[in-house]
């Protein structure tokens, strides 16, 4: 088992399948599982609005700020891979990731009688391996994606792609990377 964690959205068993970590007795009990998961996914979306309609600011803040925020490295993970996982979906629908943005902050505004503008301003860029470990080997600064895609290409070994990091032979581990940079 990959994360011993209570059940959240996933069940143990769903992390460790998603983790690759699991196998099945046949080709059907892997369908079962894939279509739980996605129902469990798609129930939860709506819980999102029961959550920000009903939970009490008090119940939310012991999640985020007394838990959450405490947990530093891998509660930042959780939260930028939440936020990114909803900006997968709400681009799937089709519905446009900054008014739902907008909506969203002003959602959770309207609580502090306060309404806000929100500006996004999202530059996209192609990622190539050739072109990061150039500006890595010139010496620039890269970004935590871009070092996590270095990280996950064939073209570089984990201990040439250390070196730049640590300055040693050591082998950078298969985590993830939005936690381990920091130690670099």
């Avoid at 964690?5 to 046949?26: K, M, V």
């Avoid at 994606?145 to 581990?173: K, P, V």
Wanted: charged fraction near 30%; avoid cysteine.
């Amino acid at each position: 088992m990959i994360e011993s964690r209570e059940r959240g959205i996933l069940s143990p068993a769903d992390r460790d399948y998603l983790h690759g970590e699991a196998d099945f007795s046949s080709v059907q009990a892997e369908r079962n599982a894939r279509a739980r998961i996605r129902d469990r996914v798609y129930e939860s979306t709506y819980d999102f609005e029961v959550l920000v309609e009903q939970l009490s600011d008090r119940d939310r803040q012991l999640v985020f700020e007394k838990r959450l925020g405490t947990e530093g490295k891998s509660a930042y993970d959780a939260l930028v891979s939440a936020l990114a996982f909803l900006y997968q979906g709400i681009e799937d629908t089709g519905v446009d990731f900054e008014d739902a943005l907008a909506e969203a902050v002003n959602v959770a505004q309207a609580r502090n009688d306060r309404a806000a503008t929100v500006d996004l301003d999202v530059t996209f860029h192609a990622l190539s391996t050739e072109e990061l470990l150039r500006r890595l080997r010139a010496g620039e600064t890269l970004s935590l994606t871009e070092i996590a895609y270095l990280q996950q290409s064939d073209e570089i070994s984990q201990a040439e792609l250390a070196r730049y990091f640590s300055g040693d032979e050591e082998t950078i581990d298969d985590g993830r990377i939005q936690s381990k940079v920091t130690q670099f």
